[in-house]
């Protein structure tokens, strides 16, 4: 492997790496571009339960594949991540082969978090998760419900050595869905040059052995008023 690098959060303003991600999507296959040389995709890179080092990633909500040049979990903690791959198909994919392998090439991890928990009123999760606006940028690679996960990628101002912090809250439910709040703190720095970030929420839904397709709401506060979008959501069976 050439290089194995971790998704920094401390965002840089993003004008060039991420938004080339936009230029190769397929409606029926948003989480991965391939074309004749390398392929990418948003992913879940899974540590199996049984301690051995062994790993596994999630390439969709269907299909999961090996990677035959990284035997061991690249982490030292056993936990999942979300991230961007760049890697090739061993041999041609086929969908008669329960499990395709894969040489990865480049691995940047996504800031990969669980959900912050409700508190007693609007007004404690304003005060407790920041109330700044934000946008959630519509890119059908990164801004989707995938694997039990919710990943955004985000755009507000940033300045030199500036801390931010975003959070993802369950709240009431509307329309009958599952409704999330993402929530964003600028530390009292609301001005500056406009970049990206991206993270990814376990949604902890639960389980569905059918995995019936649903839609879940995202609301958030924008820098034009309060906004909110319905995604596509797939439940994990285990």
């Given at each position: 492997?050439?290089?194995i690098k971790t998704f920094i959060f401390a965002m840089m303003a993003l004008?060039?790496?991420?938004?080339?991600?936009?230029?190769?999507?397929?409606?029926?296959?948003?989480?991965?571009?391939?074309?004749?040389?390398?392929?990418?995709?948003?992913?879940?890179?899974?540590?199996?339960?049984?301690?051995?080092?062994?790993?596994?990633?999630?390439?969709?909500?269907?299909?999961?594949?090996?990677?035959?040049?990284?035997?061991?979990?690249?982490?030292?903690?056993?936990?999942?991540?979300?991230?961007?791959?760049?890697?090739?198909?061993?041999?041609?994919?086929?969908?008669?082969?329960?499990?395709?392998?894969?040489?990865?090439?480049?691995?940047?991890?996504?800031?990969?978090?669980?959900?912050?928990?409700?508190?007693?009123?609007?007004?404690?999760?304003?005060?407790?998760?920041?109330?700044?606006?934000?946008?959630?940028?519509?890119?059908?690679?990164?801004?989707?419900?995938?694997?039990?996960?919710?990943n955004i990628r985000f755009r507000t101002n940033w300045t030199q050595g500036?801390?931010?912090?975003?959070?993802?809250?369950?709240?009431?439910?509307?329309?009958?869905?599952?409704?999330?709040?993402?929530?964003?703190?600028?530390?009292?720095?609301?001005?500056?040059?406009?970049?990206?970030?991206?993270?990814?929420?376990?949604?902890?839904?639960?389980?569905?052995?059918?995995?019936?397709?649903?839609?879940?709401?995202?609301?958030?506060?924008?820098?034009?008023?309060?906004?909110?979008?319905?995604?596509?959501?797939?439940?994990?069976?285990?």
């Amino acid at each position: 492997m050439k290089r194995i690098k971790t998704f920094i959060f401390a965002m840089m303003a993003l004008t060039t790496v991420a938004l080339t991600f936009q230029s190769c999507l397929d409606d029926d296959d948003n989480y991965l571009c391939i074309d004749t040389d390398t392929s990418y995709g948003v992913v879940t890179l899974k540590p199996t339960a049984i301690g051995n080092h062994e790993w596994f990633i999630q390439l969709s909500d269907s299909s999961i594949v090996t990677c035959s040049n990284i035997k061991k979990f690249p982490y030292d903690n056993k936990k999942e991540y979300r991230a961007y791959i760049y890697f090739k198909f061993d041999s041609e994919p086929s969908l008669a082969a329960a499990i395709n392998s894969i040489t990865v090439t480049r691995i940047d991890t996504i800031l990969t978090m669980q959900l912050a928990p409700n508190l007693e009123s609007v007004e404690a999760n304003n005060k407790a998760y920041g109330n700044d606006p934000v946008e959630i940028v519509k890119s059908p690679l990164e801004t989707l419900a995938e694997d039990g996960y919710m990943n955004i990628r985000f755009r507000t101002n940033w300045t030199q050595g500036s801390q931010h912090h975003v959070n993802l809250v369950r709240v009431a439910d509307e329309d009958g869905l599952a409704t999330f709040q993402f929530y964003h703190d600028a530390n009292g720095i609301i001005s500056g040059i406009p970049g990206d970030g991206m993270v990814s929420f376990y949604l902890d839904l639960e389980k569905d052995i059918d995995r019936t397709p649903r839609d879940i709401k995202i609301k958030w506060k924008s820098f034009s008023g309060d906004k909110s979008q319905t995604f596509k959501y797939i439940p994990r069976n285990e």
